[in-house]
């Protein structure tokens, strides 16, 4: 099984905050560090942490119809195998188990399709029952929200090394279930042999190289990159700055997390992150 977690003696670790940090030290953090930051157990009184458990998102999304990715590997994007489609919340969750019991062969995972806002569109009809829970907690410290989405996935689901196509910050909530993040700043884009988006459409963002440990021993450009990892509980939050390239491994056998992307301040933006997001 692909793990990140294999080399952390080559990892820095993620700088912490315990609980919701002031909005003027966070907001120096971001304007002139542009580092990722954990605000460790700063959403464990949100209700979304606190209530939706995997039996109670079942019951809330059973009639639902979701829009699910799945592959062979579990891996995103695994463009040998991976297919999307649509299935009722019950199917959906009822593939989940069959999953987690070792009666399936493949990975399925709700991908962050449906959306709880979305400023440039329409949000999901799908997660109506569920929007009214999934407001913008207090650890959400920027007023300018753009996008929020559902993830859900089981254990064995991983990312590739990408970053979000939409040039945003994303405060990113752990709900339930535990998951180990690598990041990478946007520098060294020149060095992360990106997938084309000529010959993989909408995957432009990704990087074609792995994490695993055998693979990263054979480039050695690897030992010239820093590389941040982090690990997230319920109830904490992952601040990933605009264009900050991140692959998460889910580590438990279910997970959710809710994703609020909000505006960057392009003052503050290099120009390569402008260059990418123009």
């Given at each position: 099984m692909h793990t990140e977690t294999g080399c952390e003696k080559d990892?820095?670790?993620?700088?912490?905050?315990?609980g919701v940090p002031d909005l003027a030290c966070f907001t120096e953090q971001l304007h002139y560090n542009l580092e990722p930051v954990v605000l460790r157990n700063s959403c464990f009184?949100?209700?979304?942490?606190?209530?939706?458990?995997?039996?109670?998102?079942?019951?809330?999304?059973?009639?639902?119809m979701l829009r699910i990715s799945s592959s062979?590997?579990?891996y995103f994007p695994d463009t040998g195998s991976t297919c999307r489609e649509k299935l009722s919340g019950r199917a959906f969750f009822e593939r989940l188990k069959d999953e987690a019991a070792g009666r399936s062969p493949r990975y399925s995972y709700l991908d962050g399709s449906e959306t709880f806002f979305n400023?440039?569109?329409?949000?999901?009809?799908?997660?109506?029952?569920?929007?009214?829970?999934?407001?913008?907690?207090?650890a959400v410290l920027s007023p300018f929200l753009v996008k929020s989405a559902l993830w859900i996935g089981g254990g064995g689901v991983h990312s590739g090394l990408h970053y979000?196509?939409?040039?945003?910050?994303?405060?990113?909530?752990?709900?339930?279930?535990r998951k180990s993040i690598i990041l990478l700043s946007p520098k060294y884009i020149d060095r992360l042999s990106m997938l084309s988006p000529d010959k993989?459409?909408?995957?432009?963002?990704?990087?074609?190289?792995?994490?695993?440990?055998?693979?990263?021993?054979?480039?050695?450009?690897?030992?010239?990159?820093?590389?941040?990892?982090?690990?997230?509980?319920?109830?904490?939050?992952?601040?990933?700055?605009?264009?900050?390239?991140?692959?998460?491994?889910?580590?438990?056998?279910?997970?959710?997390?809710?994703?609020?992307?909000?505006?960057?301040?392009?003052?503050?933006?290099?120009?390569?992150?402008?260059?990418?997001?123009?």
């Open positions: 990892l820095r670790r993620v700088r912490q905050f315990d009184d949100w209700q979304p942490v606190r209530e939706w458990s995997p039996e109670r998102l079942e019951g809330k999304l059973a009639d639902q062979a590997s579990g400023l440039g569109g329409e949000s999901s009809s799908a997660l109506v029952a569920l929007e009214p829970e999934a407001r913008p907690p207090r979000d196509g939409n040039g945003c910050n994303n405060f990113n909530v752990q709900v339930c279930g993989f459409a909408h995957l432009g963002h990704f990087s074609g190289l792995s994490l695993d440990r055998d693979d990263m021993a054979g480039h050695p450009a690897f030992s010239e990159l820093t590389l941040y990892h982090a690990v997230l509980d319920p109830g904490d939050v992952l601040f990933i700055p605009a264009l900050w390239f991140h692959a998460v491994t889910s580590l438990e056998a279910f997970n959710a997390n809710v994703n609020f992307w909000t505006l960057p301040d392009s003052t503050y933006l290099t120009p390569l992150l402008k260059d990418l997001v123009t």
